[in-house]
């Protein structure tokens, strides 16, 4: 599935698409309406469009910037480069405000001011480390 408008545009949708039926004779409620939109977008019914909706975060734009974990460390940054892999993957370059130190030792360091990822659609690694934790995470 391609990316879906916002919830407010659907509404909006729906509602154009229940005027329009009514200037042709054809009453639906708001609710069928509301159907049919998610219906044209590929979706069982409204409830399952704004389901998945609500599940998954926007896509993310170049210049945004964004807080998660990279490697278990917290990271604040910016997304300097992005590409589409595909339905459900990005590749993304972030710039860290702070460079992030990539080893979990006291003993050495290794931090890094820029990295890339391939993301899914929940903005999440499918590498993980060996603990199983995605190797990088963006929460906002």
């Not at 229940?18 to 309406?33: N, R, T, V």
């Not at 210049?63 to 990005?90: M, N």
């Not at 999440?124 to 190797?135: C, I, L, Y």
Request: aromatic share 4%; net charge positive.
């Amino acid at each position: 599935m391609t990316h879906l408008p916002s919830l407010d545009a659907l509404k909006a949708q729906a509602k154009q698409l229940k005027q329009a039926l009514a200037a042709k004779g054809q009453d639906l409620a708001h609710g069928q309406c509301l159907d049919l939109i998610a219906r044209q977008h590929g979706l069982r019914d409204w409830n399952t469009l704004h389901a998945k909706l609500g599940n998954t975060p926007p896509p993310l734009a170049l210049g945004q910037h964004v807080t998660g974990r990279y490697l278990g460390q917290p990271f604040k940054g910016e997304v300097i480069s992005l590409a589409a892999l595909g339905d459900s993957h990005t590749r993304v370059t972030l710039r860290f405000e702070k460079p992030v130190d990539v080893v979990p030792f006291d003993s050495f360091s290794n931090f890094r001011q820029q990295v890339s990822a391939v993301l899914t659609a929940d903005r999440r690694t499918v590498e993980q480390t060996s603990d199983g934790t995605p190797h990088m995470v963006i929460t906002s």
